[in-house]
């Protein structure tokens, strides 16, 4: 049971370049989320969805895209990578508010140079 | 906006001791609120939750209290431990609409053996 899990773990940009960053959970979740976190600030919501084929912005959803055709898949995109992206990024999934939060998996380093 | 904000960045406890978390959050409509605990380099690992309903929930050595007219909520840790050591994210959410988190900057627990 592998939960959420999240590839690259790092990845290293140049100003301009695009990535798709990959979301995959195996526990039938209806809702998955991408966060953002910088330091000082906590975790900031990028976009989610509840539910495939749907998506929604988040608080900072600016520079980023994202898609669900999949249940357990969500991606989030940047098309063209600014240094202000340079963050840790971490996907969540749930099936709405239980006594058992959301799952989250280990997190993407990028680092936009 | 922070609508949720841990004013500690930091805490340091000793093994045994009772460790105090504090949370205190602006919207009034949030009505349901979870802990997070993350160690570096992995994901936030939910801790336990409350709903406004409550005033108090508890797990084990780990006790959430909500006091709504002020806003705030707190973590108790009872007796804290060393592998306790991390740090420890405050979310609100509404129970209603798409359940996003909002998270506080977080506050590093130390507990010094």
Redesign the interface.
């Known amino acids: 049971n592998a939960g959420v899990t999240q590839t690259p773990k790092f990845r290293v940009l140049k100003t301009g370049q695009s990535m798709t960053l990959l979301c995959a959970q195996d526990m039938n979740h209806e809702y998955m989320y991408w966060y953002r976190q910088d330091p000082g600030m906590g975790l900031r919501l990028i976009h989610y969805s509840v539910g495939e084929g749907t998506t929604a912005k988040g608080e900072v959803p600016d520079g980023y895209n994202v898609s669900r055709l999949k249940k357990q898949n969500f991606l989030l995109g940047l098309e063209s990578a600014a240094p202000s992206q340079t963050s840790v990024y971490f996907c969540a999934s749930g099936q709405g508010l239980t006594n058992y939060g959301y799952t989250f998996g280990s997190g993407t380093r990028l680092t936009v140079v | 906006d922070?609508q949720?904000k841990?004013n500690s960045p930091s805490l340091s406890v000793q093994e045994g001791r009772i460790s105090i978390l504090n949370c205190d959050y602006t919207n009034s409509m949030f009505d349901?609120f979870?802990w997070?605990k993350k160690y570096p380099?992995?994901?936030?690992?939910?801790l336990i939750?409350i709903s406004s309903i409550k005033d108090k929930n508890e797990d084990g050595r780990f006790t959430v209290f909500l006091n709504k007219s002020a806003k705030h909520l707190s973590l108790h840790i009872v007796p804290s431990q060393p592998g306790d050591s991390a740090v420890y994210?405050c979310a609100a959410?509404t129970?209603t609409g798409?359940?996003?988190?909002?998270?506080?900057?977080?506050t590093r627990l130390t507990v010094i053996p």
Request: glycine share 12%; proline share 4%.
């Open positions: 922070q949720v841990q349901y979870l997070y380099a992995e994901g936030p690992t939910f939750s994210f959410s129970i798409a359940n996003n988190l909002f998270f506080g900057t977080g």
